[in-house]
């Protein structure tokens, strides 16, 4: 079994900056993959971005290249998503996902997934 936990969102400036931190604990130390997506109010869940286990394998939605950063420790066995310039059409629920297959955009990849937490962007 795999637990992963999400923390980080809040309220946040157009603008502004937010990492969020998702912590993995249980047999997630085996998961390769590991991946954000987000679903806001009326809207179906999306891609956000992925990584490989070493990190050497980065996938992100055209939305959010250039302004999100995923990485992942290892040793904490933790992943992160570094979101900058962020606006109100990034306002949702950010879920953690993991998988021990590759790493992919694929949802339905993934057997593991957070709770959620809220990311939510003033304009």
């Known amino acids: 079994q795999v637990q992963l936990v999400e923390s980080g969102g809040g309220l946040v400036q157009a603008g502004g900056s937010l990492r969020l931190s998702c912590a993995a604990s249980g047999r997630a130390s085996k998961c390769n993959a590991m991946g954000w997506f987000r679903q806001a109010p009326g809207r179906e869940r999306e891609f956000v971005a992925a990584i490989s286990w070493s990190g050497g394998s980065t996938y992100y939605a055209d939305s959010v290249k250039g302004r999100f950063t995923i990485s992942r420790d290892n040793a904490k066995i933790t992943v992160y998503l570094q979101m900058n310039s962020l606006t109100p059409e990034d306002s949702a629920v950010y879920y953690c996902?993991?998988?021990?297959?590759?790493?992919?955009?694929?949802?339905?990849?993934?057997?593991?997934w957070g709770q959620g937490t809220q990311v939510t962007v003033s304009s």
């Open positions: 996902a993991a998988d021990y297959g590759l790493a992919t955009w694929r949802e339905y990849k993934y057997d593991y």
